[in-house]
Each structure stands twice: as structure tokens, then as C-alpha cells.
């Protein structure tokens, strides 16, 4: 019987470690080329889904190589954006293309996203894409950023999902699973296997709805999602509770 790419969750951080670092370099061409570059609508949707304004502090955790941070920064220029991964080689990345662009707010951290390097309630929105599927505990994950999130700050997850159309899913399901790992693996170079684990990865991640139920556990409210390009992927908003109305909910 063949291995399953998913490592189990002791296993996990240092896997998920090894492998972006190993695919960095590769990763900004096999984005845009693996999804037809719909990834940039679906950054541009979340960023708006923010409500960003001007003065605000964003936070965007395992930012990779940083196109979402730059999507939050295109949004609301008046911003600042804080980008934090615990890759190195990404956030280089991420720090070079920051240059290039030459525009907007952009500012590099290493960390891990189980244990953030910053304080309690210390953005207004916290955001992730295609990150929070990679860490070892998804629910430890959602709770620091509803930890580092303001009460009435938004908490935002980009995901991958599963279509809800047979017809669209059969296709899906054959690109994702057949295509997808082949050219990824033949083009990234890194023998990690790293694109045979990206569909295990999101075949195991949570439906939708269980996604928002575990974001309402973690103390985030109104917690709403956005079905994107027929069900590929999800948007997931969630505000942190008052003190107040969490101190309700407890009761
Ligand atoms: C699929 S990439 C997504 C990058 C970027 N957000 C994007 O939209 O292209 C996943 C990123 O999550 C990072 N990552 C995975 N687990 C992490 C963790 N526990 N802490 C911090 N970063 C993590 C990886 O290093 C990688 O850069």
C-alpha cells in the first residue's frame, strides 16, 4: 500500500517546514500556473472581505511569499501590514518582491503560527490563505488568531474546498488529484512530494460549515463564508467577541 502524504500531527511542523522551504523558490510560478492564476481574484476577494481601513494594523499569518499581505495593502494604502511566516526562504522572498513593487506597507516576521509572536488583541484583522490546512493543530491555529485579533477585529481564512457540483467535483477531483501532483512535483524539484500532499491536505481539511463551527469555538462571532469559482475554494470571516459578550457566552 502506498504512504499517505499527510504526516501525522507530531510530524507535521517539521514536514510542512522542510517542504516549503524546499519548494520556495518555485512556489510564486506554480501558483499562478496550477491555478490559472485564479488564486489573484480569490487574495483580491479576501482582502476586501477585510474592511481594511486606513490606520489599521492587518496581520496575514503564513503569508508565504506575501501576495495576500500585498492584496490587503493594494486595499487600503493607508494600512500597515505585518507578514509572518516561520519559512525564511518565503518571507525573502516576500521582502524582495516588497521592493519590486515598491508600494504600500509590508513588513516581514518570522513566526510560528501556533505560537504568534505577538501580543493579545494587537491587530484589527488577521488573515490567512492556504496556510491554515499546513499547521499541526487547526484548532490552535484559528485560536491564536482570534487571540492576536481586537474584540470587533476580523479574522479571515482563504481555503481550499471541495466543489459541491458533481460535475464540477468529478473534473476537480481529477486535476487535483491526478494533474496536479505530477506537474507540481515534476516542476518544483524539491522531492518532498510536496504536490501529492496539497490534495491529501485539503481532502482532509474541514467542510465549510465544520470550519465555521470551529471558528465560533474559538471565540469568533458572526462568522459567515463565501463559496468562490464554483466551490473551489472558501472565505471564512469571523470578528472576535467584546470581552463582554464572551464573558456572556462562558456563562
Ligand atoms: C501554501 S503556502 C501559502 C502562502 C501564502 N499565504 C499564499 O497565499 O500564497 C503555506 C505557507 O504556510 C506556512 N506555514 C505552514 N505552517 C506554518 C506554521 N505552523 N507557522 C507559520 N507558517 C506556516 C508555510 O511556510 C507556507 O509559506
Known amino acids: 500500500m502506498a504512504e499517505s502524504p499527510l504526516p501525522d500531527e507530531d510530524r507535521k511542523r517539521e ?15 506554480l501558483n499562478s500556473l496550477l491555478s490559472a492564476r485564479f488564486d489573484r481574484r480569490w487574495r483580491r476577494f479576501t482582502a476586501k472581505a477585510c474592511g481594511l481601513q486606513d490606520g489599521m494594523r492587518a496581520l496575514d499569518i503564513c503569508s508565504g511569499t506575501g501576495d495576500l499581505a ?3 495593502s493594494d486595499n487600503c494604502p493607508g494600512a500597515t501590514v505585518i507578514a ?27 513566526g510560528d503560527a501556533l505560537d504568534l509572536p505577538f501580543a493579545d488583541a494587537e491587530f484589527d484583522v488577521v488573515t490567512v490563505a492556504f496556510g491554515i490546512r499546513n499547521v499541526a493543530n487547526l ?12 474584540p470587533g477585529g ?11 457540483s458533481p460535475v464540477l467535483r468529478r473534473a476537480y477531483m481529477l486535476y487535483f488529484t491526478r494533474v496536479l501532483p505530477k ?10 512530494d510536496a504536490y501529492s500532499y496539497l490534495p491529501a491536505s485539503v481532502l482532509s481539511f474541514p467542510a465549510p460549515d465544520e470550519l465555521a463551527t470551529m471558528m465560533r469555538e474559538c471565540g469568533l462571532v458572526n462568522v459567515r463564508y463565501h463559496l468562490k469559482t464554483g466551490g473551489i475554494v472558501a472565505v471564512h ?13 462562558a456563562a
Open 70 to 72: 500585498f492584496a490587503l
Open 154 to 164: 476580523r479574522a479571515v481564512i482563504l481555503e481550499f474546498t471541495e466543489p459541491r
Open 237 to 249: 470571516i469571523g470578528e472576535r467577541a467584546s470581552a463582554a459578550a464572551a464573558d456572556r457566552r
Open 84 to 110: 509572518s511566516d516561520f519559512v525564511h526562504e518565503m518571507l525573502t522572498i516576500g521582502a524582495s518582491k516588497s521592493r519590486r513593487r515598491g508600494r504600500g506597507s509590508y513588513a516581514p516576521v518570522l
Open 15 to 29: 514536514f510542512v517546514h522542510s517542504m516549503f522551504a524546499g519548494i520556495a523558490h518555485r512556489y510564486d510560478l
Open 139 to 150: 484548532k490552535q491555529g484559528i485560536a491564536e488568531m482570534a487571540r492576536v485579533t481586537r
Open 183 to 192: 506537474l507540481g512535483n515534476a516542476i518544483s524539484g524539491s522531492g518532498h
